[in-house]
């Protein structure tokens, strides 16, 4: 298993925790490939299956709503998505996309 504690310390939620609990919650960490531009990570409304970290890249995060104009934000290095909706019982708050080739840490919803 790989430790991914020194990359998560670089997250704000991570700041001032205990380097061995870190260590801990990096073991459940896991590093896919880096992600191509264009691809969607995951659609609005979906079930939230787990966290991603942006090491690098940029992700556009776009939410619909009928009779309003779509909400889109850009996500890039040093932020999480999916953070707020893990305790959302909809899912997904928007559809996420990348923009330019990205590279994440992720940790499953098990």
Not at 13 to 26: A, H, K, Q
């Amino acid at each position: 298993m790989n430790d991914y504690s020194a990359e998560l310390a670089r997250f704000s939620i991570f700041r001032g925790m205990n380097p061995e609990d870190l260590r801990r919650i990096s073991l459940a960490v896991h590093k896919p490939p880096p992600i191509r531009a264009g691809t969607t990570l995951f659609t609005q409304d979906s079930p939230v299956d787990r966290l991603l970290f942006i090491l690098s890249g940029e992700v556009e995060l776009r939410r619909e709503e009928p009779g309003a104009q779509p909400l889109v934000r850009k996500v890039r290095e040093g932020q999480v998505l999916g953070r707020m909706e893990l305790d959302a019982p909809e899912g997904q708050l928007g559809t996420a996309k990348t923009t330019k080739v990205t590279e994440v840490l992720a940790i499953d919803r098990e």
